[in-house]
């Protein structure tokens, strides 16, 4: 069986637009997005090798827990984020990077488990 090349690998596990996301958001939590930046989605997707489709997704998921601020008529600007909301958003997203029940087991016992008598 041969291997697949790692791209293909990571696009199998997450979406494109998931990848986009990641990447934004590391960029402006360390920075190289200056605070209160423009977003230009031709110059982002350019500078990401994607297409404007997955920056524009990406952009609206990053508005929900706030890296940035989408302002009617006017466009997509990178807000002011401390470092408190950023250890939030990283725990957050641990949660949401962690396999569906990965912590369930080990904050029960097995007897807490009521249908579970076959194991």
Not at 70 to 96: H, M, T
Request: glycine share 6%.
């Amino acid at each position: 069986m041969t291997q697949r090349p790692l791209s293909i690998a990571i696009l199998q596990e997450y979406s494109l637009t998931m990848l986009v996301q990641r990447e934004l958001e590391r960029m402006v939590l360390a920075g190289e997005l200056a605070v209160g930046e423009k977003l230009n989605e031709f110059a982002l997707a350019s500078r990401l090798g994607v297409s404007r489709g997955p920056v524009r997704e990406a952009v609206r998921a990053l508005a929900e827990p706030g890296l940035v601020r989408l302002e009617k008529n006017r466009g997509v600007f990178v807000r002011e984020v401390s470092v408190v909301e950023a250890d939030e958003i990283y725990e957050v997203r641990a949660v949401f990077d962690r396999p569906p029940g990965a912590s369930w087991p080990h904050r029960s016992s097995r007897s807490s488990w009521p249908n579970c008598a076959h194991w």
